[in-house]
């Protein structure tokens, strides 16, 4: 990693995390990105990509940007259930503030602690960590977010395939 701007990095890493969650949501209608498969503990793939959204909102925008939290409140107040324009003006407005803080913040603030009251339920211990941990635990835990939307999207698609001939030829393409 280039030490340069290294919280620029963060953005763009987050960014592409999270364009790629847009990417694997757009592949579903609306229905099925609200829909829960049989073995899931009602988990949906808007779901996880809110959830994904809250994270950034968690670890990034309120402990090292001093927001308040409010990304989801819009998105969660009047909506239900959400739908795919709902869910990428919220993408779009998160990385845009992510790219806002992140883009210029000096590399040697990344060692300064957070305000333990930003982060007041997250932490299971006393310690306050540096806004490098912030955004270090907001990448993981963005990229496991993206990972089980992957791969529920993926289930819900196989799940509502008709099994015609020309699923039964992929199948046995990829088995």
Known sequence: MNNAHQAAQFAVTLEKI???ALLECRALPDDLLNWSPA???SCTPM??????AQVIENWVLVPVGGRQPALMDHVTGCHSPATFPILSACYAE???S???ILDSFPNALLDLLVEKQSLAQKLPSQARPTVHTCLLT???R???HLGEIQILCHTVMWNTMPAGKSAQSYLRGIV
């Open 94 to 96: 998160w990385i845009k």
């Open 142 to 144: 963005s990229a496991l």
């Open 39 to 41: 073995f899931s503990t």
């Open 47 to 52: 779901l996880l990509a809110l959830e994904l």
């Open 98 to 100: 992510v790219h806002t």
């Open 138 to 140: 907001a990448v993981e």
């Open 18 to 20: 999270g364009n790629q």
